[in-house]
C-alpha cells in the first residue's frame, strides 16, 4: 500500500491550503481514511477522518468549521481543505488508511488503528 501526500506548503494566516493525498495497493473504497498533523516536539494527533463510502466524517475541535475532509473512491484520493489557517496548525501532515474494512462504527482517533502511512507534507503558516 502507497499513500503520497500533496499541496503543503507556506501560507500567511487566514488562508488556505489543500491537500491531497493519492492511495494504491489496496481497495481504497473498503477503508476509512484520516489525516493526522505532528508539530515540531509534540505527538502526532488526529485531525480528520472520513468513512469508508465517505458518509460520516469527524474532526478535532481545533480545526472544526475551518478544515473540510473529502474523498473520491473512483480516484482513490482524499483531500484536506483547509481554510483560515493559523500559525498554530503549522505542522507535517500526514494521511493514513484505517486497519479494518468496511468499518462502519465511530470514526478512530487514535494513529495505532491507522496501518498505512504517506511520507507526510509541511504546512507552515505563518503570522
Known amino acids: 500500500v502507497q499513500l503520497v501526500e500533496s499541496g503543503g506548503g507556506l501560507v500567511q494566516a487566514g488562508g488556505s491550503l489543500r491537500l491531497s493525498c493519492a492511495a494504491s495497493?489496496?481497495?481504497?473504497?473498503?477503508?476509512?481514511m484520516a489525516w493526522f498533523r505532528q508539530a515540531p516536539g509534540k505527538e502526532r494527533e488526529f485531525v480528520a477522518g472520513?468513512?469508508?463510502?465517505?458518509?460520516?466524517?469527524y474532526y478535532a475541535d481545533s480545526v472544526k468549521g475551518r478544515f473540510t475532509i473529502s474523498r473520491d473512491n473512483a480516484r482513490s484520493t482524499v483531500a484536506l481543505q483547509m481554510n483560515d489557517l493559523k500559525p498554530e496548525d503549522t505542522a507535517v501532515y500526514y494521511c493514513?488508511?484505517?486497519?479494518?474494512?468496511?468499518?462502519?462504527?465511530?470514526?478512530?482517533?487514535?494513529?495505532?488503528?491507522?496501518?498505512?502511512w504517506g511520507q507526510g507534507t509541511q504546512v507552515t503558516v505563518s503570522s
Open positions: 493514513a488508511t484505517d486497519r479494518r474494512a468496511l468499518y462502519g462504527g465511530s470514526i478512530r482517533t487514535f494513529h495505532s488503528d491507522y496501518d498505512y
Open positions: 472520513i468513512r469508508w463510502n465517505g458518509v460520516g466524517t
Open positions: 495497493g489496496r481497495t481504497f473504497s473498503m477503508y476509512g
